[in-house]
């Protein structure tokens, strides 16, 4: 007599055969959400990477040949609650402290850039503050040849926004429009927007977004020794 399956194995070898055929869609479908989230990941990364290091720039133009102080710089349409008080003359806004080191206005009255980008730069050559990154283009090598997946392409746009809220009586700020033009009064606010493009398809992946404030700085003291 010859050897063969019974029905009842050829039944569950067909039943067995059919079950891992339908997980395969399920298994392609994972990987599709996995490479799906990594290039997520990586273009949020990207995103978040470049409005850091934009960040670590001075507010503006007006501030970057000041060295170990940056000041409050004046605007023409920012919230009158953050002017120099109680006028002019003054080099301080209500809640900076007066003491010398500390956050204050220069003594002469001295406007923000009304020009956003490096058209309206001392120095049109070089990224030296915070909105010098207008149109700014960045693309980043991926597929293989550096760390990314993709080639993703950054571009940054940066904006006044307005500030006008009621700084003193109430507990929750909510400030204007987002999409201010570029070219707008200036104001106390700063958004740079960072958008992460998929440089092949030109698809958007992710739009970050930050806030920089015109708040200036203060000089550190520091104890020397003889």
Do not use: C
């Amino acid at each position: 007599m010859r050897k063969g399956f019974t029905f009842v194995e050829l039944v569950v070898a067909i039943v067995v055969m059919g079950i891992a055929l339908m997980s395969v869609p399920l298994m392609l479908s994972q990987v599709s959400k996995s490479d799906e989230f990594s290039i997520n990941q990586e273009a949020i990364l990207a995103g978040a990477t470049k409005i850091g290091n934009i960040l670590t720039y001075p507010w503006d133009d007006k501030l970057v040949s000041e060295v170990n102080v940056k000041h409050i710089l004046d605007t023409t349409q920012g919230d009158s609650e953050l002017n120099r008080y109680p006028d002019n003359n003054s080099t301080r806004r209500i809640g900076n402290f007066k003491a010398n080191y500390r956050r204050k206005f220069d003594t002469n009255l001295t406007y923000a850039s009304t020009v956003l980008g490096r058209a309206g730069d001392t120095n049109p050559t070089a990224y030296n503050d915070i909105d010098d990154f207008d149109a700014n283009s960045e693309i980043i090598n991926g597929g293989g040849k550096g760390d990314y997946l993709m080639d993703l392409n950054l571009t940054t746009k940066v904006f006044y926004i307005s500030d006008k809220t009621n700084y003193f009586s109430s507990s929750t700020l909510n400030f204007g429009d987002l999409n201010t033009s570029g070219t707008t009064p200036t104001t106390n606010l700063k958004m740079i927007e960072v958008k992460v493009i998929n440089h092949v398809n030109s698809q958007t992946i992710t739009t970050l977004r930050a806030f920089s404030a015109n708040i200036g700085s203060y000089e550190l003291l520091y104890r020397t020794f003889n």
